[in-house]
């Protein structure tokens, strides 16, 4: 009895025993992944599915209605999310950011699709730019409000397991455009890695990412535990600087600095660890971060 479909099943059975969450919305593109996953769900516990229409391409609405209804067919209740695409960083990103806000929910988790298929291109993609640990790290199978737990599930198992249950999955075209850089490590890296190889590379990036997330909690939690003045250079300075980075990471959330990229943090950890009287670090939402006798601070852009 080890069909895809009963593979799939035991993942999601098995994240839903582990984590127990209160209530549970599935969220759907319409794609295999997602469509298996809401299958399978709706068979274990009462859930519902949001689909969201980033309005981006042609039929669009239509997709995302039949998305809904193919959940309805499967018990689950299902409702269309239209979402405004704007904002900075390009169409992918900020599609993502819009469709995230639109999936937060009030409670609960919020089940995504992501596959041991999209670890491995996310570990990869990260090793490939020298991204640090957090984000070779790769996604995490919970990390409130989101839960995926197809991250040990290959997406040609979700693919079989849609097609055992008679489902006709939506194609995303954009899956199969070579301008994505995702796709080309799809369709033209990872196979060369796995002929090189002889196999099994989804499943050994899906584990590198698994001892990273080992190792980043356990310095988490230690920068979490660290008791003196982040602000203070002489209290900071010689924390090696794993820690150190973390530390610093901790206070600049705390100053409510958004979305912190390695990089941004490479560049205040410079501030420490590599000074020679540099200017002020630039971060996102518009703030800057400097160093002046012996401290560290954070302030908004003199506009
Ligand atoms: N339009 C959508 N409506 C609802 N859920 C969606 C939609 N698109 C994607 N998802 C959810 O997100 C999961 C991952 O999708 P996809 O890989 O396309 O996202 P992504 O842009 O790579 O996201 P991430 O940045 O989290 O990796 C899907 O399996 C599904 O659960």
């Not at 250079?233 to 600095?257: D, G, I, S, T």
Request: net charge neutral; charged share 25%; proline share 6%.
């Amino acid at each position: 009895m080890n069909g895809p479909l009963s593979l799939v099943r035991t993942a999601v059975r098995r994240f839903l025993r582990e984590h127990r969450p209160e209530a549970v919305t599935v969220a759907v593109s319409g794609g295999a992944d997602s469509l298996a996953l809401a299958a399978v769900t709706a068979g274990l516990v009462p859930a519902r599915a949001v689909v969201v229409d980033h309005g981006l391409q042609e039929g669009s609405a239509e997709v995302a209605e039949a998305a809904a209804r193919t959940c309805r067919e499967l018990g689950l209740a299902a409702e269309v999310r239209r979402v405004d695409v704007t904002g900075s960083g390009g169409p992918e990103a900020a599609a993502r950011r819009a469709r995230y806000a639109a999936l937060r929910p009030e409670g609960g988790l919020v089940l995504l699709g992501h596959t041991r298929d999209d670890q491995a291109e996310t570990v990869l993609l990260g090793l490939g730019r020298g991204s640090g640990p957090r984000s070779i790290a790769g996604m995490r199978p919970l990390d409130p409000p989101w839960g995926r737990p197809l991250l040990e599930v290959s997406r040609a198992t979700t693919a079989a397991a849609c097609a055992e249950l008679g489902l006709e999955p939506w194609r995303d075209p954009h899956n199969d455009d070579p301008r994505y850089t995702r796709v080309r490590l799809r369709k033209e890296v990872l196979p060369l890695l796995e002929d090189v190889l002889q196999g099994g590379v989804a499943d050994a990036l899906a584990r590198t990412a698994a001892q990273l997330r080992e190792d980043n909690d356990a310095l988490d939690e230690l920068a979490e535990a660290f008791d003196g003045d982040c602000c203070a250079v002489a209290e900071v300075e010689h924390l090696p600087a794993a820690l150190r980075r973390r530390v610093l990471r901790r206070w600049l959330l705390a100053e409510r600095v958004p979305e912190l990229s390695d990089s941004h943090l490479r560049r205040v950890d410079a501030l420490v660890g590599e000074w020679r009287g540099q200017g002020g670090v630039w971060l996102p939402g518009g703030f800057v971060a400097r160093r002046a006798h012996g401290r560290l601070r954070v302030e908004p852009v003199q506009s």
